[in-house]
């Protein structure tokens, strides 16, 4: 027999505008997070867990894990949109997380959208600190906020 269990979860659902044009906050945005080089990876299934820590140690403190152009997709729709998804976080930041909690790994690295809309520009995200609070983990949220703080800071910067 198989068991399956839910919860609901609320999470906060954070919404950041920009006066600026969507090239310029991308190109913002793109510049001060670098992209992560997975270079780490490799290192620790080769074994070379302290070279990996070195590696990613040395890295920035939040990193472009990959991206997506959500708005190119839409045109199969006929539908015209700027729209990039972006994976951002820390992979340090996510270990110190998932060692407490594994179901962690399931929000890590965040997901910021950059979008244009009819209401302008604008970055968004589901607040960490809300998506990492379901697991009740103090250790977890300590670093949830953490990570809330040097979010939002980076995309505000970027909105300009």
Excluded: C, W
């Amino acid at each position: 027999m198989r068991a399956m269990s839910a919860k609901p979860v609320t999470v906060e659902h954070v919404t950041i505008r920009s006066s600026r044009d969507f090239d310029t906050v991308r190109q913002a945005l793109e510049a001060a997070l670098p992209p992560l080089d997975h270079g780490y990876a490799a290192l620790v299934q080769a074994g070379r867990t302290e070279e990996a820590l070195r590696l990613l140690e040395s890295g920035a403190p939040l990193s472009i894990f990959g991206q997506r152009d959500h708005g190119a997709l839409l045109r199969i729709a006929g539908l015209e949109r700027r729209a990039i998804q972006y994976d951002i976080g820390n992979p340090l930041t996510a270990s110190r997380m998932t060692r407490h909690v594994l179901s962690a790994a399931l929000y890590a690295p965040i997901r910021v959208l950059l979008r244009e809309g009819v209401d302008g520009v604008a970055f968004e995200y589901d607040r960490p600190a809300s998506t990492f609070g379901q697991f009740g983990n103090e250790s977890v949220d300590a670093v949830a906020r953490d990570l809330d703080a040097s979010l939002s800071e980076a995309l505000i910067a970027a909105a300009g």
